[in-house]
């Protein structure tokens, strides 16, 4: 069985794993960092998101063997030691959550669009996000949420 290193949340791992494991499952599983979620499967919610090499990926779709060296970040290594994130408080003061469930990969979607610079717009926010889904309907929460951490970003 292949073995491949990862650091994650500033932390190496050395795992040994199946060919055919995603990184999701490697993550949850082998890893025990639970807070990136399982949602489709199949790429198509974002519950999975997490930053990889400084990017925004679906979990659930990158087999691990393939982020072999690469260093990932989940919503447990957001935060700086006890302080939140300041996009996990935005998402705190905008009420930008009602299960919870997709928190995670939208926070993490969102730090990764915005080290990404291309929104200059509320709209250029919501539909660079359009990946994440909130099966809850707090997409204006999110959204104002990322606007608020995002100052220079016309409120339009």
């Not at 399982?38 to 925004?56: E, F, P, S």
């Amino acid at each position: 069985m292949p073995r491949i290193q990862l650091n994650v949340n500033k932390r190496m791992y050395e795992l040994e794993i199946s060919p055919w494991v995603s990184l999701l499952d490697a993550l949850r599983d082998r890893l025990n960092l639970t807070g990136t979620k399982k949602g489709c499967d199949h790429g198509q919610c974002g519950a999975c998101t997490i930053l990889c090499d400084g990017k925004r990926i679906l979990s659930c779709m990158t087999l691990a063997i393939m982020k072999n060296g690469a260093e990932v970040v989940t919503i447990e290594g957001v935060s700086e030691g006890q302080k939140l994130h300041p996009l996990q408080q935005a998402f705190i003061d905008h009420d930008a959550f009602q299960c919870g469930y997709c928190t995670p990969g939208q926070i993490c979607s969102a730090i990764g669009m915005l080290a990404e610079g291309k929104a200059k717009t509320r709209e250029e926010v919501k539909d660079l996000m359009s990946g994440n889904l909130c099966r809850c309907g707090a997409n204006i929460g999110i959204i104002d949420a990322i606007m608020e951490i995002h100052g220079g970003l016309s409120h339009e």
